[in-house]
């Protein structure tokens, strides 16, 4: 009876470990999407800067 008592801290104490890895990884996913979607974001926005500043070059 004791050693089955030993053994369900244990199965909850695997089962969060398991959940806190997920959770890690999860964090790291979306850190990572958001450097993607920053990045995107960026040349995008440089790319509109360079058309406007050739516009304004080609118009003058």
Not at 26 to 35: G, M, S
Request: proline share 2%; glycine share 4%; no cysteine.
């Amino acid at each position: 009876m004791n050693n089955n008592n030993h053994k369900v801290p244990n199965n909850i104490e695997n089962r969060l470990n398991t959940i806190e890895k997920q959770l890690n990884s999860q964090n790291k996913r979306w850190k990572l999407i958001k450097v993607v979607v920053l990045v995107i974001l960026a040349l995008f926005l440089l790319s509109l800067l360079i058309g406007v500043g050739q516009f304004l070059l080609g118009v003058l």
